[in-house]
């Protein structure tokens, strides 16, 4: 809708009239509806009446009004809270279908009198943007502009938590049907990564345990939590023992499940070296489960002398990826891969550590060199003395740019070496993601239902993460995670009281923001409206 001024001639003379037009889109054409005219221009100008009409017109202009108020020092700021965030996990809340899911959890269960729905998403968006207590996040939803979470009290926090849990695997069925519908994606290639939590407390004793910390807290009961990843990073689902479990006790159970939940017809798994034992490969073998894992180069052997000392010509993939097949006693199948860009890096870095121990050498600095592993892999030492150790340089070199593969598939080399990247990729993804999502501090040291509910509401904010970052990626914007949040949050809600009346403010979209809402589809609100 806009002003236009309409010329017409009559009698040999020319006459301008003021008229309000609105464009409107019809059989894909646009055509022009005249809403008012308001008159001869020269005639409203001697009259007066367009300036009464522009100042009448103006009272009713939000923005006009505020910025007067402030003109003339009588605007008074209500509130100045966070939106960005909201706007943007809220669509992809209601887009994953998680808002109609959960409301439908709700009107099953009358003891949840409150709103449900909005207490899992509001514990949810904690995780992304201030991880802490529920205490903590009781107080933190009075921060962010979602009127619903006004109704939200600190015991909704912890009655939340065992309803979830007990629809965990309902959820976890409809966001991979969800996924299985848009992106049209079966499930050949998992991506088994796992994680330990630990507890502040001993009520748990039972059913958390001691176990090897990936947290280096051993004295402190934990949890293993594993999250099985499609190869686009998505999660299918998560799971969680005992802490002292094993990786070989969890994988084969949790694939088998897997197949059953969602009738899976073939399981291609994919892990690091990290969960590579001799143990795994033989459960995998026993299970039937073709596999693909990273191997220890420089611990094992057969792969330091057999493999990486077999000759043999490299085949080009990509720029960054070349693969030579090496087979072992006919039945061992390896995948050595070769990243020219790394190998340069790993040069230059032996390059700069080498002139360190220089450095230290002429400075008599050689128990410092000892101590130091890194140090201590280039160095021939002897009886109170140590120097450079070129066979052992020579020997690193062999290394450069190079990891090793085992695989019981029937892929070719290039695709090996192509599902074992995604994961390098997914790896340094969740990395980024799980520095973010905090799953502790767990202060649910009662119930096991409320800490594996609070385990589970982590899983829905990665799931949330990785879903924006998809619709980033897809939209071609690669915007680091911590930008993502800081560009988010600087979108504020600012009520502020003129003359009595309430208006809502939105500041502007600093940064990358634009981008983020138009990836997800987001119409920003207006940037001041009243407060209804």
């Not at 087979?327 to 790394?342: A, H, K, M, Q």
Request: glycine share 8%.
């Amino acid at each position: 809708m806009f002003v236009r001024i309409k010329t017409i001639h009559s009698a040999g003379r020319s006459y301008r009239y003021l008229q309000i037009v609105e464009n409107s889109r019809e059989g894909g054409r646009i055509r022009q509806r005249i809403i008012g005219n308001l008159g001869r221009l020269d005639e409203l100008v001697q009259s007066g009446s367009l300036e009464r009409i522009i100042t009448q017109m103006v009272e009713h202009c939000p923005g006009v009004r505020i910025l007067k108020a402030q003109a003339e020092g009588s605007l008074e700021v209500l509130s100045d809270l966070v939106w960005g965030p909201v706007l943007v996990f809220d669509r992809l809340w209601e887009e994953l279908g998680l808002k109609k899911l959960l409301r439908e959890v709700a009107a099953k269960n009358r003891r949840l009198d409150y709103d449900f729905e909005r207490m899992i998403f509001a514990q949810t968006l904690q995780r992304l943007l201030e991880p802490g207590s529920d205490l903590r996040g009781s107080k933190w939803i009075r921060t962010v502009h979602e009127p619903a979470f006004a109704s939200l009290r600190l015991p909704h926090f912890y009655r939340s938590m065992g309803p979830l849990w007990r629809k965990k695997e309902e959820i976890e069925r409809a966001l991979y049907a969800r996924d299985l519908d848009l992106f049209n994606q079966e499930l050949d290639v998992v991506f088994f990564d796992t994680t330990s939590t630990y507890f502040e407390g001993t009520k748990l004793a039972g059913w958390a345990k001691l176990g090897k910390s990936k947290d280096h807290r051993p004295d402190h009961l934990q949890l293993v939590i594993g999250v099985v990843m499609r190869r686009d990073g998505m999660p299918v689902c998560c799971e969680i023992w005992p802490g002292n479990t094993a990786d070989v006790t969890t994988m084969v159970p949790v694939i088998e499940a897997l197949k059953k939940r969602f009738r899976i017809k073939k399981v291609i798994v994919v892990c690091d070296r990290g969960m590579v034992s001799k143990k795994n490969l033989e459960a995998f073998e026993k299970a039937k489960y073709p596999y693909i894992v990273g191997m220890k180069m420089r611990g094992l052997v057969e792969v330091r002398d057999e493999v990486l000392g077999r000759a043999g010509r490299y085949h080009e993939v990509s720029d960054n990826l070349h693969v030579k097949e090496v087979l072992v006693e006919g039945d061992r199948r390896y995948i050595v891969c070769f990243n020219p860009d790394e190998a340069k890096k790993d040069r230059l870095d032996r390059e700069a550590t080498l002139e360190k121990i220089r450095e230290k050498l002429s400075s008599g600095g050689v128990k410092r060199l000892i101590g130091n592993r890194g140090y201590r892999r280039y160095l021939k030492v002897g009886k109170g003395s140590a120097s450079i150790d070129p066979e052992r340089v020579k020997e690193e070199e062999r290394y450069d740019g190079k990891y090793v593969l085992r695989t019981t598939t029937d892929m070719s080399a290039a695709e090996v070496g192509r599902a074992y990247r995604e994961l390098t990729w997914i790896e340094r993804l969740w990395r980024e993601l799980k520095d973010v999502v905090e799953v502790r501090p767990i202060y649910h040291w009662k119930k096991r239902a409320n800490v594996k509910g609070h385990i589970f509401v982590c899983y829905l904010a990665l799931y949330l993460a990785a879903f924006l970052r998809k619709k980033l990626t897809s939209a071609g914007f690669e915007i680091p995670w911590d930008e993502v949040i800081r560009d988010l949050s600087s979108v504020r809600a600012i009520t502020v009281n003129v003359a009595g009346e309430a208006y809502l403010m939105r500041s502007p979209l600093g940064g990358k923001a634009g981008k983020i809402f138009a990836a997800v589809g987001v119409k920003p609100p207006a940037l001041a409206q009243p407060v209804t």
